[in-house]
Every structure is written in structure tokens, then in C-alpha cells.
T-cell receptor, first 109, second 114 residues
């Protein structure tokens, strides 16, 4: 069955520390993965997608098919990065997005 | 920047009553979606809609649920006879293309069933 796993409910770091939010997926097809972010009192919004291979707000994520992972990384966390982060898997030939349970990132000053 | 808008932001309804959640997708988008998030759980896909018909639905989307695009701008989710377990945050989303294109989400409607 298709599944997205985000093992950490909460990740707390100090400003300037590196951050890695973990995401693993289970899918028999060719995966298409996204990271969505929800800042406090704001809507869910796209942060990045694996096919773009771009860095947004200093975040990057690499698809590792061997480890079935799509971890989100940032070398130096900022306080404004504090938010809820959701990893999502798009199922090919459908319009369906499968979300993980989310990880709350807290960046302390 | 254009946004998906949802009304109301909070809906309180007695169990067994019908409820309609409203969404105005981004104007040039063609694909529309509803998701729900029960408190403390993950965001779950309910249904996708394209070309005036449901293109995909999950097992959650049973006969109690229906969607409609009554005019050129609104996209509604109706729950015919609400149950306590329908209490959740309901998110509408839209995209200009289907498949893996990024979806733009609304702020959500918090539905509380008493």
C-alpha cells in the first residue's frame, strides 16, 4: 500500500543549526514527492517538489529511491522556519496526494 | 497572488444535519480537490474533480458526501447526514493541471459536529 512516513512529530533545534526532516515512502510506482509547509495561522503551501531540484528558502530535498526517502534539509535553520512540514506523495496517473503525518519544526533563538 | 478561499472558517452542526462547505478555487484552475484532517491526524485525500465530474475519490468519500460546482466559481462539499466522526478540518485545493502539479490550498473550514 502507498504510504508516507514522517517519523518525527517534533524537531527542535537552535538557530543556525542544521535541520533534517525525515520522510520515507512506500510506493510501487515511480514516485513524485513534495514538501508542503504550514506556518502558524497560514495555509498549507508548497515548499518544493523533487522534480524541480531547486532550493527554496535554503531548503533542499533529494529523492533517494534506494532508501525510499525524500528528506528535507537546511544547513542553517532560522527562527522563521518554525512551522509544520508535510511530506506528500503523488500517485502516478491519479490526482491523489498522500500526506505524511507531519513534523513540527521549532527553531529556538 | 490569487488564493483559494473557503467559507465558513468554522462550522458547528448538530449530528444528523446536512452541512455544505464552500470553496472558491483560483479562477483559472481546472482541477479541484477536498481533503480533511482529523485533529492530530494526517491530511487525507477525499475527492478530486475535473470537467464537472469526480475524477477520483477515496474510500472515505462514501454516499454521505457529494461535491458540486454549482456555478463558474464555487466548489462545494456536502455532507448529507453528519456524524461525530466527521468533525475535522476540511481543506479545499485547486491546480491548473492535474497529475502531479502543485495544489494550492485554502485556509480550511473547521467542522465541529455536536
Amino acid at each position: 500500500a502507498q504510504r508516507v512516513t514522517q517519523p518525527e512529530k517534533l524537531l527542535s533545534v537552535f538557530k543556525g543549526a542544521p535541520v533534517e526532516l525525515k520522510c520515507n515512502y512506500s510506493y510501487s510506482g515511480s514516485p513524485e514527492l513534495f514538501w508542503y509547509v504550514q506556518y502558524s495561522r497560514q495555509r498549507l503551501q508548497l515548499l518544493l517538489r523533487h522534480i524541480s531540484r531547486e532550493s527554496i528558502k535554503g531548503f533542499t530535498a533529494d529523492l533517494n529511491k534506494g532508501e525510499t526517502s525524500f528528506h528535507l534539509k537546511k544547513p542553517f535553520a532560522q527562527e522563521e522556519d518554525s512551522a509544520m512540514y508535510y511530506c506528500a506523495l503523488h500517485l502516478r496517473n491519479t490526482d491523489k496526494l498522500i500526506f505524511g503525518t507531519g513534523t513540527r519544526l521549532q527553531v529556538f533563538p | 497572488e490569487p488564493e483559494v478561499t473557503q467559507t465558513p472558517s468554522h462550522q458547528v452542526t448538530q449530528m444528523g444535519q446536512e452541512v455544505i462547505l464552500r470553496c472558491v478555487p483560483i479562477s483559472n484552475h481546472l482541477y479541484f480537490y477536498w481533503y480533511r484532517q482529523i485533529l492530530g491526524q494526517k491530511v487525507e485525500f477525499l475527492v478530486s474533480f475535473y470537467n464537472n465530474e469526480i475524477s477520483e475519490k477515496s474510500e472515505i468519500f462514501d454516499d454521505q458526501f457529494s461535491v458540486e460546482r454549482p456555478d463558474g466559481s464555487n466548489f462545494t462539499l456536502k455532507i448529507r447526514s453528519t456524524k461525530l466522526e466527521d468533525s475535522a478540518m476540511y481543506f479545499c485545493a485547486s491546480s491548473d493541471e492535474g497529475g502531479g502539479q502543485p495544489q494550492h490550498f485554502g485556509d480550511g473550514t473547521r467542522l465541529s459536529i455536536l
